[in-house]
């Protein structure tokens, strides 16, 4: 008996629960209240629909803005998914990846191609900030508009662009018979070489 509970305790002790990398945790920065830094600690999921900018070697891009929670909840966990569905085609293609800003140069250039329209709006809005009213939005876009009027330059500070680089790809293919096809690529050691597997439906 005694012999049992050494050796269960000295199982227990080998776990390697603690053995993975930790977040880094800076304790000056914690909310002022143990209520608010309780849910900071949950690191919820979010998830929201954007439009993809463009793909290239380096992956998937997208925009959003530098100071709303999106860019905020990268700063935190660099982690992201992706999922693009058609439904025309029942087709669906699931990413996970790191999610990396480009280079000031490329964002500047990307909010520069945006339609004036697009660009008068971003740099009116305060995303997801608490609006007072419609009228607010609307004296704000109206000021942007004036100011273009009399000459001044458009830029947005926080307009970002980032890239997710993935690590797996998996594309869904439905069937009529529900013997659904799916396809994974998993990213090797190798950037280049990608490990292929068929999954099961
Ligand atoms: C079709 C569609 C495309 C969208 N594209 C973008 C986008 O490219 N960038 C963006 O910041 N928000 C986009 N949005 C709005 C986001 O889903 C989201 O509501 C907004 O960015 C605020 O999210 P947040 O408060 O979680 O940061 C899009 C929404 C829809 C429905």
């Given at each position: 008996?005694?012999d049992n509970?050494?050796?269960?305790?000295?199982?227990?002790?080998?776990?390697?629960?603690?053995?993975?990398?930790?977040?880094?945790?800076?304790?000056?920065?914690?909310?002022?209240?143990?209520?608010?830094?309780?849910?900071?600690?949950?690191?919820?999921?979010?998830?929201?629909?954007?439009?993809?900018?463009?793909?290239?070697?380096?992956?998937?891009?997208?925009?959003?803005?530098?100071?709303?929670?999106?860019?905020?909840?990268?700063?935190?966990?660099?982690?992201?998914?992706?999922?693009?569905?058609?439904?025309?085609v029942g087709?669906?293609?699931?990413?996970?990846?790191?999610?990396?800003?480009?280079?000031?140069?490329?964002?500047?250039?990307?909010?520069?191609?945006?339609?004036?329209?697009?660009?008068?709006?971003?740099?009116?809005?305060?995303?997801?900030?608490?609006?007072?009213?419609?009228?607010?939005l609307l004296?704000?876009?109206?000021?942007?508009?004036?100011?273009?009027?009399?000459?001044?330059?458009?830029?947005?500070?926080?307009?970002?662009?980032?890239?997710?680089?993935?690590?797996?790809?998996?594309?869904?293919?439905?069937?009529?018979?529900?013997?659904?096809?799916?396809?994974?690529?998993?990213?090797?050691?190798?950037?280049?070489?990608?490990?292929?597997?068929?999954?099961?439906?």
């Open positions: 008996m005694a509970a050494n050796l269960t305790r000295t199982k227990l002790r080998d776990l390697d629960i603690l053995d993975r990398a930790f977040p880094e945790t800076d304790l000056d920065k914690f909310p002022d209240t143990p209520h608010d830094a309780f849910q900071s600690c949950k690191r919820c999921p979010d998830a929201r629909i954007l439009s993809l900018k463009r793909l290239d070697e380096r992956g998937w891009h997208f925009t959003i803005q530098g100071d709303g929670p999106k860019a905020q909840q990268i700063a935190g966990n660099e982690n992201v998914a992706l999922t693009f569905y058609w439904p025309p087709r669906q293609i699931r990413l996970r990846g790191k999610a990396t800003q480009l280079s000031e140069e490329e964002c500047t250039r990307d909010f520069l191609e945006q339609p004036l329209n697009s660009r008068i709006a971003a740099v009116a809005s305060k995303q997801s900030q608490v609006l007072e009213s419609r009228g607010e004296c704000c876009v109206a000021n942007v508009k004036s100011a273009i009027a009399e000459g001044k330059h458009l830029a947005k500070l926080e307009w970002r662009v980032y890239v997710v680089t993935p690590s797996s790809v998996e594309f869904w293919q439905r069937s009529n018979d529900r013997l659904h096809q799916r396809l994974r690529f998993t990213a090797g050691s190798n950037s280049n070489a990608w490990v292929k597997e068929l999954l099961w439906p």
